[in-house]
């Protein structure tokens, strides 16, 4: 298979998911070496699985590296241009998916071990600390914006003069990752910052077939607003950016 941009994504997008969820369930299942390890482990695991995610996809061929519908909906409306919009996507719940079942592989005997059916689905799919619909759904928006304008702007100063400031090339997949942590650490205490549809629908799905031992609902009642949330974030940032490039 030649790389492409279909398949960076979905490998990516598998990479991510893979460290992202991984960092969550050696945290929270029973008897892992990272058990209890907190808040703090689990927004670094995701900050740096988003950088590693990011040059993986570009080492099978999506120069892009999306791995994240709310990007590429952020992008298209900044560029006015959809055409990568479904294949992006479609690669990314795959890769998502995928993602989320080597997860369960990789953590097999502790689903047993664990009896909280709560700390399960955490593993794979994010929940609000308050359930609240309206602020669950606002807090997913407020963070998604923050993702997009910083990527924007992280990508802004790569292409800008050296001479003036401009990030050296190959550096900007570093400050993403520092971004989402960012991120993770000052806006993800609501719900747990899913900023991304298919980080939370591609596990959410691998949740509800998979199986794992004693596990409860997958709460899809949830489940739309860490997908919408974050598409209508990126969609107004896209927009607002694009005014001010005009």
Same mark, same amino acid.
């Given at each position: 298979m030649q790389q492409s941009p279909f398949l960076g994504e979905l490998i990516g997008t598998m990479v991510l998911i893979l460290l992202g969820n991984g960092v969550v369930a050696n945290v929270v299942l029973k008897n892992t070496k990272g058990e209890s390890g !907190?808040?703090?482990? #689990?927004?670094?695991?995701? !900050? =740096?699985a988003v950088m590693i995610g990011v040059f993986t996809a570009n080492a099978f061929g999506s120069a892009a590296a999306?791995? %994240?519908?709310?990007?590429? =909906?952020?992008?298209?409306a900044l560029k006015n241009d959809y055409s990568m919009v479904p294949s992006y996507i479609l690669a990314q719940l795959i890769g998502a998916f995928l993602g989320a079942v080597l997860v369960w592989v990789q953590y097999y005997p502790h689903w047993q071990l664990t009896k909280d059916a709560g700390s399960k689905l955490a593993c794979f799919s994010t929940g609000p600390a308050?359930?609240?619909? /309206?602020? %669950? =759904?606002?807090s997913e928006f407020i963070a998604t914006v /923050?993702?997009?304008? !910083? /990527?924007?702007? #992280?990508?802004?100063?790569?292409?800008a003069d050296p001479d003036k400031g401009g990030i050296p090339s190959g550096v900007a997949p570093y400050l993403v990752g520092m971004l989402v942590w960012s991120i993770g650490l000052s806006l993800g205490g609501t719900t747990g910052y899913a900023i991304n549809p298919v980080r939370d629908l591609g596990p959410r799905l691998a949740?509800? #077939?998979?199986? #794992?031992?004693?596990? !409860?609902?997958?709460?899809w009642s949830y489940g739309w607003i860490p997908v919408v949330g974050p598409i209508a974030g990126a969609l107004v940032a896209g927009f607002i950016l694009r005014s001010f490039s005009m």
């Open positions: !907190g808040w703090i482990v #689990i927004t670094a695991g995701w !900050g =740096f999306h791995l %994240n519908p709310a990007v590429t =909906f952020g992008f298209a308050v359930r609240a619909t /309206i602020p %669950n =759904f606002l /923050i993702l997009i304008v !910083g /990527i924007v702007a #992280i990508g802004y100063s790569g292409t949740y509800s #077939i998979l199986p #794992i031992p004693e596990k !409860g609902s997958s709460d």
